[in-house]
């Protein structure tokens, strides 16, 4: 079965970390672009960062540039989303998504019209 597992979520304090973890399993993630979106209650799905094929390019989100950080590791067939100082606003179900197709190392975009694979999300909140 081709699917993306994400983990990694749970309840944090605010100003606290996570680390999120996507796990592809049935095809490979190599010379794709992946990409991290969110939903929060009653709000459309956002993007919220995007890694290149080959990993030169990421592109973040204003709301969490600085905070947090993007990363893939094709050995593993995983990609990984760091979360710094958590705010109450990034609480929101947090889905990885893959292209469907290889493609060339380009810089990545946030349109899900892009991605083809999605993830079923986890849930991260964030609270005192």
């Known amino acids: 079965q081709l699917q993306l597992v994400e983990s990694g979520g749970g309840l944090v304090q605010p100003g606290g970390s996570l680390r999120l973890s996507c796990a592809a399993s049935?095809?490979?993630?190599?010379?794709?672009?992946i990409g991290w979106f969110r939903q929060a209650p009653g709000k459309e799905r956002e993007g919220v960062s995007c890694i290149s094929s080959s990993g030169s390019y990421t592109n973040y989100a204003d709301s969490v540039k600085g905070r947090f950080t993007i990363s893939r590791d094709n050995a593993k067939n995983m990609v990984y989303l760091q979360m710094n100082s958590l705010k109450s606003e990034d609480t929101a179900i947090y889905y990885c998504?893959?292209?469907?197709?290889?493609?060339?190392?380009?810089?990545?975009?946030?349109?899900?019209?892009?991605?083809?694979?999605w993830g079923q999300g986890t849930q991260v909140t964030v609270s005192s």
């Open positions: 998504a893959a292209g469907l197709r290889p493609t060339l190392e380009t810089m990545c975009t946030m349109s899900r019209r892009i991605f083809g694979y």
């Open positions: 049935g095809f490979t993630l190599d010379n794709k672009r």
